[in-house]
C-alpha cells in the first residue's frame, strides 16, 4: 500500500460508481485491548462481502487522515481514518490506515468480485 | 500406544508464543506432536511493521509463516479452514466433532489447548472449549491428558497456580526461531522489546521463559 494521493484515489472510486460491488469495510482495537490496558474497551466490527450499489464516493483529506463515504440509494458507507490503498493485481481497491506500530485500526476495500471467503 | 502430543490453538503464531518451548521438549526425547490450527489469522491487526501485508494477502502470508514455524519445530501441521474471529459462533459439537476426527485417527496422548474462558481472544477461549469437548468424546478410560493453557490476568486469583510450570529458557532460541518465522505478527512485538532491551535473548526468556498449564480435570 502506498500513502494516499486524493486525486489518483478518488478517480479509482468513481470508477467502481454506479456498479454492483462488493464492500469490505473493517474497524478494530484489536482483541487484546482490554486485557493489556483494564481502562480500555473491546470494540471494533467487521463486514465481508456486502453488495452494493453506490452512487457517488468521495474521499475528503483530513490532514494526513482521510474519510471515504459512498453515497448509496438507501444509505450510505463511511470510514474514517484510512491513510494508504492500493489498486491490487485483481483490480480491488484497498484503502486501511494503520496506527504506528503497523496494526491496522481501519479498512475499506471495494471490488467488483467477491472476496475471498 | 505411543506417546504422541497435539496442539489446538486457533491462530498461527499461538503455538510460538504460547508452546514453542514445550513442545520442543517434546521433540527433543522424539515424541511426535501435530498442530491442528484453526484458523489463519485472516483477520488480524499485524500487518508487519513497517506493513507489507494487506487484509487481502495476510491469509497466505500467514500461512507460509505457519508452515515455517512447524518446520522450525519440526512438527506436523493440519490446518482446519475456520475463519479468524469466527469460531465462537459455529456450533461447538460441530467443531468438537471435527477435532475428534483427528483426535480418534491419532489416539494422543497429551493434548494442549486454551482454558476455555481464560483465554482472553474469543477465538481461544471458543476453540479450547471445543477441544475439550472434543476429548470428552473419547470413552474416560482412553482420554489423553488436557493440558489448559490460561492467559488471562484473572486466572492465578479465579484458578489457582497452575499445576504445569514448563522453564523453558533453555529452549528460547527455538521458541524465538518460531516466533520470528511468524514476522507479520512478531516484527511489532519484538520491536518494542528490541527497544526497550539491550538484549534480546535475555529479555525474551523474562517474557517467554516459562509455559503454564492446568491439568483439565474432567466430571
Excluded at chain 2, 20 to 41: H, Q, S
Excluded at chain 2, 44 to 62: H, K, Q, V, Y
Excluded at chain 2, 151 to 168: K, M, Q
Aim: with cysteine; glycine share 8%.
Amino acid at each position: 500500500m502506498q500513502p494516499i494521493e486524493i486525486d489518483q484515489l478518488q478517480q479509482y472510486i468513481d470508477a467502481f460508481a454506479n456498479k454492483e460491488v462488493y464492500i469490505h469495510l473493517e474497524t478494530t482495537n484489536g482483541a487484546y485491548a482490554s486485557h493489556f490496558n483494564k481502562d480500555a474497551y473491546n470494540a471494533g466490527a467487521f463486514i465481508r462481502n456486502a453488495q452494493v450499489t453506490y452512487q457517488r464516493g468521495k474521499i475528503v483529506g483530513a490532514g494526513s487522515t482521510y474519510r471515504v463515504g459512498l453515497k448509496l440509494e438507501i444509505g450510505w458507507i463511511y470510514a474514517e481514518g484510512v491513510s494508504q490503498y492500493e489498486l491490487d493485481k485483481n483490480n480491488r481497491l484497498l484503502m486501511a490506515g494503520h496506527d504506528r506500530e503497523g496494526r491496522l485500526m481501519v479498512a475499506l476495500q471495494i471490488s467488483e468480485t467477491p472476496f475471498k471467503y | 500406544m505411543g506417546e504422541h502430543v497435539v496442539v489446538i490453538y486457533p491462530h498461527p503464531d499461538d503455538e510460538a508464543f504460547g508452546a514453542a518451548g514445550t513442545i520442543t521438549t517434546f521433540r527433543e526425547k522424539g515424541i511426535p506432536v501435530t498442530y491442528l490450527c484453526g484458523t489463519l489469522g485472516e483477520m488480524g491487526r499485524n500487518m508487519g511493521n513497517p506493513t507489507f501485508a494487506t487484509r487481502e494477502t495476510l491469509p497466505e502470508i500467514r500461512k507460509a509463516e505457519l508452515i515455517k514455524a512447524c518446520e522450525v519445530l519440526d512438527i506436523h501441521l493440519e490446518m482446519l479452514g475456520y475463519r479468524d474471529k469466527t469460531i465462537e459462533f459455529e456450533s461447538t459439537e460441530d467443531v468438537a466433532a471435527h477435532l475428534f476426527q483427528f483426535l480418534n485417527e491419532i489416539k494422543p496422548s497429551l493434548v494442549i489447548t486454551h482454558y476455555p474462558g481464560h483465554a482472553v481472544h474469543p477465538d481461544h477461549n471458543a476453540f479450547g472449549a471445543a477441544a475439550i469437548r472434543a476429548v470428552e468424546m473419547f470413552p474416560a478410560a482412553e482420554r489423553p491428558t488436557v493440558w489448559a493453557q490460561a492467559i488471562s490476568n484473572t486466572h492465578v486469583e479465579e484458578l489457582g497456580g497452575p499445576d504445569i510450570e514448563n522453564d523453558v529458557s533453555d529452549r528460547i532460541s527455538k521458541k524465538l526461531e518460531t516466533i520470528m518465522a511468524h514476522k507479520s505478527q512478531a516484527d511489532g512485538m519484538l520491536k518494542s522489546v528490541k527497544e526497550e532491551a539491550d538484549d534480546i535473548e535475555l529479555a525474551t526468556k523474562q517474557w517467554l521463559g516459562v509455559e503454564s498449564f492446568y491439568t483439565w480435570e474432567f466430571n
